[in-house]
């Protein structure tokens, strides 16, 4: 008996929009209220796009509506558009579109006080702990240039986690399958070491250590990547990327840190050097690995 094929949905995403109104570095979040849905963390101004608008056009009007700006459409520069895919229609995907807005008129006054209990302006480098964790990842994106993301429902997040736990992901993907005893570092236990961790849908998908250790004949400190390891299933999507940006992130509050360095492996140099590293070596071998070259980025100060 053959069996009866299933026929594709077509998926039809909710777009919203995205206020990001920025005062220098700091960004307006609206803290939700009374509506059901994540009421008591910060959001930012956004609502869905009617019927017959444009994306700019929804977005001035939420402005107007949620905090009584009048926003010119010729100021609100598109930022980001991430969308947030679903195995069904239920919950529906949705396609969410942020915008960046540096100049208007006026201040900002919350116009819905049975939705939203208050507005605040932060630091976009320091967010609230409160804040939605999707709003957060988009707003991480937006400071480090990126343009679009994707993603299902249950969000990827970065973590620090512990040595033991990058040891699975090193051996797989650097050593092999060899024993983990063979995946350690001699630097993993030093003091100021941090291991990150890539979970999608709980799933550690992603690993990569970082440890105070500066480039030789730079005086100021630096830190070293190590083992960065991705599963075979899920190369090629960005991971590597966001581990360096998240590890950057986490560098930025130790003013004195000056550099990122690593021993690149042959095949990830157009990865390092997509995210800002320069080469300071010519190629050698390591034993059982094969040819690298070792690879600095400077920070920004």
Not at 58 to 63: F, I, M, P, V
Not at 220 to 244: C, F, S, T, W
Request: aromatic share 10%.
């Amino acid at each position: 008996m053959q069996a009866t094929p299933t026929k594709r949905e077509t998926f039809k995403a909710v777009p919203a929009v995205y206020l990001v109104l920025l005062k220098g570095t700091k960004v307006l979040l609206s803290k939700r209220a009374n509506t059901g849905y994540e009421d008591g963390n910060y959001s930012l101004v956004a609502g869905h796009v009617e019927a017959g608008e444009s994306l700019r056009a929804g977005l001035a009007r939420e402005g107007s509506e949620e905090i009584g700006l009048q926003l010119s459409e010729d100021a609100i520069e598109h930022a980001l558009t991430m969308y947030r895919f679903a195995s069904s229609s239920n919950p529906p995907e949705r396609l969410d579109v942020f915008f960046v807005v540096k100049n208007w008129q006026g201040e900002p006054e919350n116009k819905e006080p049975d939705k939203c209990a208050e507005l605040a302006w932060f630091d976009i480098h320091k967010l609230p702990a409160n804040i939605i964790p999707y709003i957060k990842h988009a707003l991480k994106q937006i400071i480090f240039g990126n343009s679009f993301c994707e993603f299902g429902f249950n969000m990827p997040i970065i973590k620090e986690i512990t040595v033991e736990e990058t040891l699975p992901l090193r051996s797989a993907v650097l050593r092999d399958g060899k024993p983990f005893d063979q995946c350690r570092f001699a630097e993993d236990g030093q003091r100021g070491s941090f291991h990150l961790g890539y979970f999608d849908d709980e799933q550690l998908v992603g690993v990569a250590s970082f440890y105070e250790i500066g480039f030789d004949n730079i005086d100021e400190p630096g830190i070293q990547l190590r083992g960065m390891a991705v599963d075979n299933h899920y190369q090629g999507k960005g991971i590597g990327k966001a581990l360096v940006q998240f590890a950057e992130q986490k560098i930025e509050s130790n003013q004195s840190i000056t550099h990122i360095w690593c021993n690149a492996r042959k095949i990830a140099y157009k990865f390092y050097e997509s995210q800002g590293f320069g080469f300071v070596s010519e190629e050698f071998e390591i034993d059982e690995v094969g040819p690298h070259r070792k690879m600095i980025k400077t920070l920004k100060q």
